[in-house]
């Protein structure tokens, strides 16, 4: 078994050690080690990474035995003594939000008797799930508590202690686990056992920053950021706040009316614009329908018509047959196109067996009843498709 060196020196992260073991896990060498600064996945921390040698430390886990095998990108053989570098900036972020959730959870329970149920170290964001619900005062309240711990910079301490001396100690959870217990110390503020890497100061957490709370089974799951990562998380707001700002022209608090003012004026113009579409297609129905060809006795209006979509075209084509003696066939006028036929009350033309046969041709789909018959997709030409509705349309029947 594995010593682990990051229990008691959690800044160590060279080290010499002797491959003790080896086993695969999937399709990758993994090896055991005499002795190990490397955090295996656990707690809700994920594992660290870096170099064995000349391989490449790429995960790091924990077996059921307590057995820690470092994953490899490359074989190595049993028995060699071996450097070994931890990756050090990977490791002192993980430092950084874990130290961080601490006291955060330390201060929800202090402040309002919240008491931490889960945790998740994430690749960008981490998070914490407290037992009860909390207000959004109160995540305030907790939020400033947990950053006046760390810019007081308290000693962070770990201590090892039996099983009945942390039955005396006021630990903020129940051990999950008897035997020796390894025990975080924030001077004067929190105890809890944990087995994962802190930082040895408050202060090297820098700021703690909660980005979002939502309501979950009863509880609440707080989302934060801490040190290099609430840097990051500042930038990236600051660059979006100040491309907002340059579009609208307001200060950065002001954004959310801003915005909401502009999202009611698209309305009220989207509005506006539908309804000069409409009064614009009864005028142009009626020019059409003026300008319609008499064939055998019918008005037949065939056409392509730009800038219309299909309900745009749905309203010409009803426009035109509201009069009596009207058959219409109307098409978009850029490939794939669309196609809407219609036809007044009192003919008998069936709008649905043209556009069939117009699709047996040129593809597409869609379908409808006798008076009114829209579809999609048409390909060829232009000039064809037009040609091929106008002899549907008088085709005896
Ligand atoms: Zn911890």
Redesign the pocket.
């Known amino acids: 078994m594995s010593n682990r060196i990051y229990y008691t020196e959690p800044q160590c992260t060279e080290f010499d050690a002797v491959v003790t073991g080896t086993t695969r896990q999937g399709d990758r060498p993994a090896v055991a080690l005499d002795t190990t600064a490397f955090y295996p996945t656990s707690?809700g921390q994920p594992h660290d990474t870096g170099m064995l040698g000349d391989a490449r430390v790429v995960e790091v886990t924990e077996s059921d035995a307590g057995e820690v095998w470092h994953v490899l990108d490359r074989d190595v053989e049993a028995g060699q003594r071996l450097h070994a570098v931890v990756d050090r900036e990977r490791r002192f972020d993980h430092m950084q939000q874990?130290t961080g959730q601490?006291l955060l959870s330390a201060a929800f329970d202090r402040l309002h008797h919240a008491r931490t149920v889960g945790f998740h170290l994430g690749a960008v964001v981490s998070s914490v799930d407290l037992a009860i619900d909390v207000s959004a005062q109160a995540i305030a309240a907790a939020e400033s508590e947990a950053n006046r711990i760390v810019w007081e910079d308290r000693p962070v301490g770990i201590r090892f202690v039996t099983e009945a001396e942390a039955a005396a100690l006021p630990l903020r959870k129940e051990p999950a686990r008897g035997g020796t217990l390894r025990v975080?110390d924030v001077e004067g503020y929190d105890l809890s056992a944990?087995g994962?890497t802190?930082v040895s100061r408050t202060g090297a957490v820098g700021l703690i920053a909660l980005l979002s709370a939502e309501r979950l089974r009863g509880g609440t799951r707080l989302e934060f950021v801490c040190g290099g990562r609430a840097l990051r998380s500042l930038r990236t707001f600051r660059d979006a706040v100040a491309g907002c700002i340059r579009h609208v022209s307001v200060m950065p608090e002001e954004l959310p009316g801003a915005i909401e003012r502009l999202q009611a004026e698209v309305k009220d113009q989207r509005k506006a614009m539908k309804d000069v579409q409409e009064r614009l297609a009864g005028y142009e129905a009626a020019a059409l329908a003026s300008a319609a060809e008499e064939v055998n006795g019918v008005r037949q209006v065939v056409q392509a018509i730009d800038g219309r979509d299909q309900n745009g075209l749905k309203a010409m084509a009803l426009a035109i047959c509201s009069n009596p003696g009207f058959e219409a066939a109307l098409f978009s006028t850029t490939a794939p196109y669309v196609a809407v036929l219609a036809r007044s009350k009192d003919r008998s033309v069936d709008c649905a067996a043209v556009l069939k046969a117009l699709m047996e041709t040129c593809g597409g789909r869609g379908g409808g009843k006798p008076d009114l018959a829209q579809g999609g997709g048409l390909t060829g030409s232009l000039a064809e498709i037009l040609d091929a509705a106008r002899r549907e349309l008088s085709r005896p029947r």
């Open positions: 707690g874990h601490h975080i944990c994962g802190h």
